[in-house]
């Protein structure tokens, strides 16, 4: 009798399931205690953080600029890039960043509108990657001009040479869909930004509350102002996510619409805009690690249950990447063009080929390797290393359609092959530094985290008990 | 677009009777401004020469071949160029049917480039230099480019310009062979003819009319104005 009492499970079975309470939405703190909370965290700036704002100043006005106006003053030869490699480093990062910038939008849009409730903490901070990711993309279309002090003659206005842009042009449809872009997600950024602007007001002395009130725009949070912007909030998520994806195909067919061997594909369209997804949440774990390791109060808003939904959404995007890379490559193969093949070559065999496994290692392996383990997804910092990795690897990908493209065209005495030179790496280096200097600025004038969010979320979650289980339930919020 | 393009000017060059020895670049360079880089960005890929000799091996060594093909813009009737410049600095001649290039509208964005299958425009990398005496040679009739903008042949427009305004003033015709570019008046071997291709007895549109007559990647249908002529007969002279 007594051998069979010991025989009984000492292990609770649900032990190793986590806690409902782990989760955000089922853990809610008094609205006063969390504003103060993302208050604190805006005006927390210790010395270290005005140390790494300082550093990322200096690299954005001596890496960025400085290198910037040296190539305009010596010229483009002070970049590597040559016959026939005509584009380089510049429009690779300008392809990279542009891919960055579309993580906030899908993120926050997508997410919205198909009512994922695990996004409310972290909409705005991939809303200004979003943002600031076009800061640095927009810069590269001018910065790679021959004569960036005539960039406006793309843009058509009315002179007395009665001359226009080419609207032929696929970089007249770039500078279009971009500035589109950039208009409708700082909007998009802004109008769940009012009601904490009105609740940093209230709560907010000298210069702050100066600058609050006027981006609050006089909330006051009746019923009626909250409707009207969430009805904004609606139209803005469903609109922009085809702006969203008219903006990397539009970059896509920079190179598609080209008939340079290589480039010139159908398939370009989508397989860009599943590499910027990649890229752009794989970027936004790293900013969620980051924002969550440095910032005060935020391992409360920011949890591993996020960076585990961020995680399965970047396995999906891997996927969908590797069999859109399949397709691109395998039919060129198949095909059988001496061009194309010749192209290839150089990806498999050339002298640079390590970028090309280095490629595929860092998009598909890796990712597939661990992603599927939730341990794995869970760790924020493994989940930064991992988004650092994929991003190297689509960086690479944007650097060979570029690149490598060029160097093997349809004549073989013109073949070449592109070293980057130093000034290229500068500005390269400091538009990251841009990214990072703008983000940093901001995390201190904005809060990060929008409250208003969260706390009408956990309003409308609840636990329920239903036999002996508690079941996680969420109520209609509109 | 019309389905074929319109004829007008055009260039035939006899890669039977030429021989590599690069008096047409000479020529063109100096008629032309073109840069001169140096040897170490020349050796870089970044020569300004609108008109090169590509030189291809042909079987192995000791029975080893060297075919020489001098490139230069094709002139395409519908331009792989053309429509990606966001501001028309490429853009097509209606009057000479030959594809222009407008450095002062040109701002740089090399797109043009990367689109001509034929690599055969040239980039100004850097502002170039002619030391004193050099600028003496500087041929008044043609810009002297600047620093980030894009060029290439232009079938040495000015001298077809000239030819046109002395004929219009005598008030005739343009002559067959009146007018020549600079390359194919410094041919030592008179591998390179040019002329009227809309006159169907200029003697480019004889020579077009050849057997051994080819355009370089035809297949893509760019309608180009240049006729390479090879197969080694001569029965068309």
Redesign the interface.
Known sequence: MTAKLSAFPKEHPHEHEEDPREHLMLDPRPREEMNSMVLESMQDTPVSYWVTVGVLGLLVGVALFGAWGYMIS????VAG????V??GVFIANFVFWIGISHAGTFVSAILRVFKAEFRRPFTRAAELMTTFGLAAAGLYPLI?????W??Y??IPYPNQRW????F?????WD?LAITTYLLSSTIYLYLPLIPDMAMARDRSTGWRKKLYRVLALGWRGTEAEFHHLHTAINIFAFAIIPVMFSVHTIVAW?FA????PGWHSTIFGPYFVVGAILSGVSAVTMVLALIRGTMKNMKYFIRPEHFDALGKLVLIFSMAWGYFFFNDFNLEWYGGEAVGHAVMDYHLHGPLSWIWYGMLVANIIIPWATLWNKKIRRNPWAMFTIGFIINLGMYAERFMIVTFV?SR??????W?WYKPSLVELSISLGSIALFLFLYAVMSRLIPLIPVWEVQEGQLAHTLRRIGKAEIPTVSELE | MSETAQEKWGMVIDLDRCNGCQACVTACSLENNVGFVGEE?AA????MHWI?I???WEGEYPNITARF?P?MCQQCGHA?CE??????ATYHSEAEQINVQVYN???????C???C???AR??????WEWPEPLNEQLNPDVTVRR????EKCTFCIQRIRKGEEDAEAEGREVADGEIQPACAQACPADAIVFGNLADPESRVSRLARSARAEKL?EE?GTETKVIYLKGGSSRDR
């Open positions: 010596k010229g483009m030869g890039i040559r016959r026939p005509y584009w790679h001009l021959g004569r960036t005539r960039f003659w793309m001359l226009w842009p080419n032929h042009s696929p970089l007249m500078m920079d619409v080209a008939m340079t060029l065209g349809r004549m073989p005495f013109d070449g | 960005s870089y890929g970044r020569g090169r590509q030189r291809y093909r490139v792989p429509p990606v410049c966001p501001v028309f509208r040109c701002i740089g964005t090399r797109y480039a990367n689109n299958p034929y690599v040239t980039f100004n990398w850097f502002d620093r980030g903008i894009m990647l893509l």
